[in-house]
């Protein structure tokens, strides 16, 4: 039973920025690609990020150079690194998993992922 839990969101002022922490149990992350996503109030769910298991990435181009998006396996641990934070960042951030063999491939959609942490709340406000 692989089980994900979020931490480091928080509120933050305008321009700050912030790390996320994935860390799985149950399992060993090497085998599997981790993305990130986010969800505001009333709107859907949108990809922020993704890393293969060899540390392939793909970044959402809305917001494209301002993520960071790395792995530990050994830590069984993902992280996200966000800067620049602007007010419409603010959502709950959620990390997912899809167990995949021989291959860096990453997904971008929520669809493809089949294991899903309780999410991390960040509020960007001044």
């Known amino acids: 039973q692989l089980q994900l839990v979020e931490s480091g969101g928080g509120l933050v002022q305008p321009g700050g920025s912030l790390r996320f922490s994935c860390v799985a149990s149950?399992?060993?992350?090497?085998?599997?690609?981790i993305g990130w996503f986010r969800q505001a109030p009333g709107k859907e769910r949108e990809v922020v990020s993704c890393?293969?298991?060899?540390?392939?990435?793909k970044y959402a181009g809305s917001m494209k150079g301002r993520l960071t998006i790395s792995r530990d396996n050994a830590k069984n641990t993902v992280y996200l690194q966000v800067d620049s934070l602007k007010p419409e960042d603010t959502a709950i951030y959620y990390c997912?998993?899809?167990?995949?063999?021989?291959?860096?491939?990453?997904?971008?959609?929520?669809?493809?992922?089949?294991?899903w942490g309780q999410g991390t709340q960040v509020t960007v406000s001044s």
């Open positions: 997912a998993a899809r167990r995949h063999l021989f291959s860096s491939t990453c997904w971008m959609t929520p669809r493809d992922y089949d294991y």
């Open positions: 149950g399992v060993t992350l090497d085998n599997y690609a």
């Open positions: 890393i293969g298991e060899s540390g392939y990435t």
